[in-house]
């Protein structure tokens, strides 16, 4: 099955600085990859995703890079704040019939 | 407010005890999930279904049954429940396998 690989577990930015969260999968087929943020106390909550024909996906301060070839892609977060303090995890599925699987996540911490 | 209710928000049940988790969702989405959350080990499907009257096993499914009898409900059932079965679960619904999930807020389940 698949399995999605993410790092780091923890990661301490300052405020304004960015964070790059990096993912790898095992499916060649996988063509889905959505990325989550959980709050403490609260369900995961989709804050962006990549289809397989596209390399790059931007949504004002957070983008997804995809690297088929090399079956990794990255959550980049530019001017980072306190309240994009959460652990986030990345995922892939494919077609028809198959959940997401998820990486064991990234807790990040951006201090004032 | 459109979105995926789960009950109870948390339980404390004695092993060997019977469970059920509701989750109902009212986005008349296709597909949904049973995840487990555990520290260090991220989520984990136990058992998913595609559409209503079908359902299949996930990553961990022992120990857990489910059922779908209509789309809008998917409950999970602890026959006899185990300490290894303390955890946050959380039910998720989607649209497809390329669409991203809406979560529901998490059961916290803690088995003594």
């Known amino acids: 099955g698949e399995n999605v690989e993410q790092h780091p577990s923890t990661l301490s930015v300052q405020e304004g600085d960015s964070a790059v969260i990096k993912c790898t999968y095992s499916?060649?087929?996988?063509?889905?990859f959505p990325w989550y943020k959980q709050e403490l106390g609260k369900g995961p909550q989709l804050i962006i995703d990549?289809?397989?024909?596209?390399g790059e996906k931007k949504d004002q301060r957070i983008a997804v890079t995809l690297n088929k070839t090399a079956k990794h892609f990255s959550l980049h977060i530019t001017e980072t704040q306190p309240e994009d303090s959460a652990v986030y995890f990345c995922?892939?599925?494919?077609?028809?019939?198959?959940?997401?699987?998820f990486g064991k996540g990234t807790s990040l911490l951006v201090t004032p | 407010i459109a979105g995926i209710t789960q009950a109870p928000t948390s339980q404390i049940l004695a092993a060997g005890r019977r469970m059920t988790l509701r989750c109902t969702q009212d986005?008349?989405?296709?597909?949904m999930y049973w995840y487990r959350q555990d520290l260090g080990l991220g989520l984990r499907l136990i058992h998913y279904?595609?559409?209503?009257?079908?359902?299949g096993k996930g990553e961990v499914p022992d120990g857990y049954s489910v059922s779908r009898a209509n789309t809008d409900d998917f409950p999970l059932t602890l026959a006899s429940a185990v300490p290894s079965q303390t955890s946050v679960y959380f039910c998720?619904?989607?649209?497809?396998?390329?669409?991203?999930?809406?979560f529901g807020s998490g059961t916290r389940l803690t088995v003594v």
């Open positions: 998720a619904s989607s649209d497809g396998p390329l669409y991203g999930y809406t």
């Open positions: 499916d060649s087929a996988s063509n889905y």
């Open positions: 990549i289809r397989s024909n596209v």
């Open positions: 995922a892939a599925s494919r077609n028809s019939g198959y959940a997401l699987n």
């Open positions: 986005m008349r989405h296709n597909a």
């Open positions: 279904s595609n559409t209503a009257g079908t359902t």
